[in-house]
């Protein structure tokens, strides 16, 4: 028979231990809220690794997820977020060959770190000493993990219970879809629908952070802007479903010449302008004369049959913003507004022909 002395000890354990759990499950709630309160991809993906690996005081955190057709990653660069800012969000085509844990994902796996089992999925983690791999789905679909690295052995062992990181797990998998859809609805109303790019509205959200950006480093902004040479003859000529043809055909000559990092976005009618950060004229001047011979170098096939040929006048325009710039709606007009006037010049001296604005 137990002594009172040993149910007393028995009873505080029993109470610690659901104080324990009651706190944890406390941090676990709180944990799961800031993924809920995510607006856009690179908050929530923030969230799930340098988020983790604060809260849970961890050496290395990593999310792993299948995007075979690069959806997730265009719908961040078109955010404005290069992949590369957050450095342990791995994209990968197939979870075949990552790590051998994958083959029968369905509840987190928790265990000693192997080099040659997870150096994929912790890269530059070889310090750690166990792990816990937690699955990531999406419509009953594994589509990848959340890795949790540590340099204590004991951290994550077989014997632990993963009851937490797998509700984390389906909280984080519901984030993701929502927060993609939610990317995806965004981009639509930034996406002219003719010709799959950006449309004027996107421009000009992408103006002001391009030139706050070149305001704080220093640098230059260049407007290319560009307009279709008698267009107006290609539909009187041809209709405008050719029209249409014709435009779509051009903006895809346009983007073969552009960098990835360059804003490109239809501005209106046969209208288009690219953004060219830290660019020097010349260089802005060399895109432009590629991009003029790109769109009059071959003909354009027409539905139905027949072709055409078409050519471009480009008008350039530079700024650079002074340091901590504040009015820099107007700094955008003025620059849109200076390759316009060189754009009119362009068509003025005889068309098909780039012409740079006086600098400002």
């Known amino acids: 028979m137990q ?18 759990n009651e706190d944890k499950m406390r941090r676990s709630q709180r944990r799961e809220l800031r993924l809920l309160q995510s607006e856009d991809l690179k908050s929530l993906f923030t969230e799930l690794t340098a988020g983790l690996r604060a ?31 957050i450095d342990t969000l791995i994209f990968v085509e197939t979870l075949s060959g990552l790590a051998p844990q994958f083959v029968a994902l369905s509840q987190p796996w928790l265990g000693p770190f192997s080099r040659c089992d ?25 589509v990848g993990s959340i890795n ?8 994550f062992t077989r014997e632990h219970a993963s009851d937490f990181l797998a509700h984390l797990g389906l909280i984080a998998g519901f984030c993701i879809e929502n927060t993609v859809n939610r990317a995806r609805l965004l981009r639509s109303g930034f996406t002219d629908v003719l010709t799959g790019w950006h449309n004027r509205r996107y421009l000009l959200i992408r ?24 267009f107006k003859a290609v539909n009187d000529s041809w209709g405008h479903a050719a029209g249409d ?26 209208e288009f302008i690219v953004l060219l950060p830290d660019t020097s004229i010349d260089d802005a001047e060399r895109l432009a004369e590629r991009i003029r011979r790109a769109v009059s170098g071959n003909p354009i096939g027409l539905p139905g049959g027949g072709e055409t040929r078409v050519t471009a006048s480009i008008g350039i325009a530079s700024v650079k913003p002074e340091a901590r710039a504040t009015d820099l709606k107007t700094i955008g007009e003025a620059l849109i507004a200076r390759a316009d006037v060189a754009l009119y010049k362009a068509k003025a001296d005889g068309r098909d022909r780039v012409v740079t604005a006086e600098a400002a």
């Not at 002594?3 to 324990?20: F, G, H, P, S």
């Not at 949790?148 to 951290?155: C, E, I, N, V, Y």
């Not at 043809?245 to 046969?270: C, T």
Request: hydrophobic share 40%.
């Open 148 to 155: 949790l690295g540590s340099s204590d052995p004991t951290r």
């Open 3 to 20: 002594t009172a002395d040993e149910l007393r000890q028995q009873i505080d354990e029993l109470t610690a231990a659901v104080a324990r």
């Open 245 to 270: 043809s014709v435009l779509r055909d051009i903006a895809q000559r346009i983007e073969s010449q552009v960098r990835a990092s360059d804003v490109a976005a239809r501005y209106g009618g046969e």
């Open 207 to 230: 103006l002001r952070e391009e030139l706050a950006r070149a305001s704080r480093d220093g640098t230059s902004l260049v407007c290319l802007m560009l307009d279709i040479d008698h």
């Open 55 to 85: 809260s849970y005081g961890l050496q290395y955190v990593s999310v792993v997820l299948v995007d075979p057709d690069h959806d997730i990653r265009h719908l961040m660069m078109a955010a404005g977020t290069p992949v590369e800012d």
């Open 118 to 142: 997870h150096q994929l999925i912790f890269e530059g983690g070889m310090e750690l000493a166990s792990v816990a791999m937690i699955p990531l789905r999406v419509r009953g679909n594994l």
